[in-house]
């Protein structure tokens, strides 16, 4: 049985439904520290797990028969600065609890996220490749890039077949982000159909990485039913789909909302996205499990509005 961990969060809902249809719903556990996400509700199991408590999450493991962990529960970018004690703490000693009991349980396999926000100001600005200089620059990044390192020694060491994706920017219209500097990208959707104007929190000629939610879905399953053969990294590996700026995703949503104005109005979160790449090499992902994405950004623009405007 599947454990997910964070499953209320941007990616947990969409993952813990994914997962739910191609293993059955009640082969799939969401958890989560704050209550059932409403898409969930009536979908499979839910229990509150707070992934601090080592041996609170120690029984569930064993009572729910869990034999994979997903987990997704974290503190991003923009949120870590504020907070960067907190979201050390969880961030690091989160993955650390469940890297433990997957060695001591035995776990058939573990899925734990990284982020382009690995990658800091030295690093190379176009095509970032997989390994080159790595210095990151926020707590969040910091985190995810020690984490990472963590992950390849539970697999080292103590065979813990664990596996992990830089995620880019997601963006998602079933589930809300939380506290990332990408989220503008997010926000812009929404308030172009209820505002027809967005006041954007990064210039507009901030390229950033970014996914559209369903390949990055597609992308962590894909990975994780991949043969451990053919996996050769055991940090993260970096995935891509395409790279905008708020001043091009303007002009695509403007093709469908004609009237739709975006003002700049950039704040802290300014610094953190220009720390990051503007675009990532991702060949040893497409080389090792066969990644290639599905959504560029006018495909997406399209699925967006049309979603959002059934919602
Ligand atoms: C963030 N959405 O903004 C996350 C992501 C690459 C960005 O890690 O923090």
Redesign the pocket.
Known sequence: RILVIGASG?IGVELTLALRKIYGNNNVVASDLREENELLKGTGPYVSIDVMNKEMLHVQVIRQNITQIYLLAAI?????EKNPNLAWHLNMQGLLNVLDIAREEKIYKVYW?S???VFGPTSPKQNCPQQTIIEPT?V??IS?YAGEFWCNYYHQRYQVDVRSL?????ISYKSA?G?????YAVEIYHEALEEKKYTCFLREDTY??MMYMPDAIRATIELMEAPAVQISTRTSYNVSAMSFSPKEISAAIKNYIPEFTINYEPDY?QS?ADS?PQSIDDAVARNDWGWKPEYDLNKMTKDMLENLRQQ
Do not use: E, F, M, V
């Not at 991003?76 to 870590?80: E, I, K, Q, R, V």
């Not at 506290?179 to 989220?183: A, L, P, R, S, V």
């Open positions: 941007q991003l970018s923009a949120t870590g996220p982020s382009i926000a926020t969040y990044g995810k830089r995620y880019p920017g997601l982000p506290g990332g500097t990408t989220d950033l990485p979160r953190i990051w």
